[in-house]
């Protein structure tokens, strides 16, 4: 993402006498905006005209009274140009198509090798321009950043305005509401900022932090027409979470650095949580996003891999773009072994996937946490774990006896069975070796159990369910044993 002023950078460009500036944007309000406040107040004041296909050439930088349809013809408007045009800035909006012509392109060329006799500078503005090899070298390409906080917060304030002025009452809005709104429309286009700003305002003629989550949710779709990230609805609080009190103290900690409260702190950049399966990997990183406060973003590497040679990069890095713009936001990578395992036979692309997730991650200054989970040691790059990568590697071992108590009583209460605690106490002995997972699920199946005979669930029913279960870790021991053994080397004990 640029965050250049853009104002500054195109009066430095337009003073500098180039004859031919592209502006690739799908921004085209704001560039033409941007291009007439500039016109205006240079010294001397310069002209603006605008060319469309289907209005032809006309002033637009003073009224001159109804439009003035002529010169529509691409090859007919560089020529009067050419030959006549006042000395000014020429907007050519959408001209793209016209540039395969070999008659255009010797038109803007003689516009540009006549500058000096009579300044008139052709700014082309699309989407997308792809300048023949001739021009190339003539032209200068601007690169238009999104809006900063004051574009931002005006474009706000305007449409606060406006909904003022048709419902004949004030916007009801704190200052806090209104920072939060203005710092989540960052990274769009005027015409999407003002678009997601009206969302917000219009429906209830209020701004306050409800509105966040609708916005980011509108915002993500506007940015994520690739489909690579997925937007979680599902955030989890820390009380969801049983156990793992290391890793929601380190949490914690780093909440002021990464709110931007506490300016002296690096932001942290992101934790790998390593272990056991079903203990909760996952749902720490929901509740990562929830204890910030911030959107949860899955990164599916999966679907990152693409059989087409660079197709898998350049998704991951228009993701990883997309991660940025959302900022501040939670990005969990789910099982990151299994999208950036190297071992597979693939023709180096994984490899060069790893390379690009790295780098981002080394050099990434906005607001992203992420969340990377895995729990196939073998199959994890080396590269990923190496010191540095990532703040800190958890651990997530199966639940000590006080964990698993925890777990009863969170997933006992959710499905309101009503456990004593010493009930809770005998049950939680009993399910030594599960994770957390087996333990919700023995909790589940009492409840139909005891449904089934038509009765309140008890802890009996629970404990029928536990003693009928053989936990995975008593079928995986060695390779438990063999991953704790790893770890013990390599990261931080999450409980
Ligand atoms: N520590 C815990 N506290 C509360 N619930 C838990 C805990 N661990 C597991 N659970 C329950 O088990 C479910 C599955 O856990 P989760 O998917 O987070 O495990 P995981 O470590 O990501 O497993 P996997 O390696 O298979 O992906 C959770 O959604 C939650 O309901
Ligand atoms: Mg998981």
Redesign the pocket.
């Known amino acids: 993402m640029t965050t250049h002023d853009s104002r500054r950078d195109l009066e430095a460009l337009l003073a500098s006498r180039v004859a031919l500036i592209v502006i690739e944007t799908r921004d085209e309000e704001r560039a033409r905006r941007l291009l007439l406040d500039l016109a205006a107040t240079a010294r001397p004041p310069q002209p603006v005209f605008e060319w469309l296909v289907t209005d032809g050439l006309r002033r637009a930088d003073v009224d001159l009274g109804g439009p003035q349809r002529f010169n529509a013809e691409p090859g007919q408007v560089l020529s009067s140009i050419r030959d006549g045009g006042l000395p000014g800035i020429y907007v050519l909006i959408d001209f793209h198509p016209y540039l395969a012509e070999p008659v255009n392109v010797r038109l803007l060329k003689d516009i540009a090798q006549r500058y000096d006799q009579s300044p008139r500078t052709v700014v082309l503005i699309s989407h997308e321009v792809e300048l023949p090899p001739e021009l190339a070298h003539l032209a200068a390409r601007f690169e238009m950043a999104f809006p900063g906080r004051q574009e931002r917060r005006a474009i706000v304030d305007e449409v606060a305005r406006e909904w003022a002025r048709l419902n004949g009452a004030r916007v009801r809005a704190d200052e806090a509401s209104i920072g939060l709104l203005v710092e989540n429309l960052a990274g769009l286009s005027v015409t999407d900022t003002r678009r997601l700003a009206r969302t917000a305002i219009h429906d209830d003629g209020a701004v306050t932090a409800q509105d966040a989550p609708a916005v980011m949710e509108a915002k993500y779709a506007l940015l994520n027409r690739g489909g690579v990230l997925g937007f979680e609805y599902e955030t989890a609080a820390m009380a969801?979470?049983?156990?793992?009190s290391r890793l929601k103290e380190w949490l914690a900690r780093r909440r002021p650095a990464f709110d931007g409260t506490a300016p002296g702190l690096d932001p942290p950049k992101g934790v790998l949580?390593l272990?056991?399966?079903?203990?909760?990997?996952?749902?720490?990183a929901k509740v990562a996003a929830g204890v910030y406060g911030v959107p949860l973003l899955r990164l599916d590497l999966a679907a990152v891999h693409d059989k087409y040679v660079g197709e898998s990069e350049r998704k991951l890095r228009e993701s990883l773009a997309t991660a940025d713009v959302m900022a501040p936001c939670v990005v969990w990578i789910?099982?990151i072994e299994k999208g950036l395992a190297t071992s597979d036979n693939d023709t180096g692309s994984s490899q060069r996937l790893l390379g690009t997730f790295l780098t981002w991650l080394a050099e990434k200054r906005s607001r992203v946490f992420v969340v990377a989970?895995a729990?196939d040691i073998s199959r994890l790059p080396p590269e990923l774990v190496r010191k540095g990568r990532f703040d800190e590697i958890f651990f997530?071992d199966l639940?000590a006896p006080a964990?698993r108590e925890?777990?009863l009583r969170?997933?006992a209460a959710r499905r309101e069975v009503v456990l004593e605690p010493h009930e809770v106490a005998g049950l939680a002995r009993e399910c030594d070796g599960f994770?957390?997972?087996e333990?919700?699920q023995a909790v589940v199946s009492a409840a139909y159990a005891a449904h089934a005979e038509g009765r309140p669930v008890a802890a009996a029913h629970v404990l029928t369910e536990i003693r009928g279960t053989r936990p995975l870790s008593v079928v995986m021991s060695e390779r438990i044993a063999s991953l704790r053994a790893w770890a013990a080397q390599r990261t931080v004990a999450a409980d």
Do not use: R
Request: charged letters at 20%; a negative charge.
């Open positions: 969801e979470l049983a156990g793992m949580l272990g056991v399966q079903g203990c909760g990997k996952s749902l720490a789910d099982e989970t729990n997530v639940p964990v925890e777990v969170i997933h994770s957390g997972a333990i919700e």
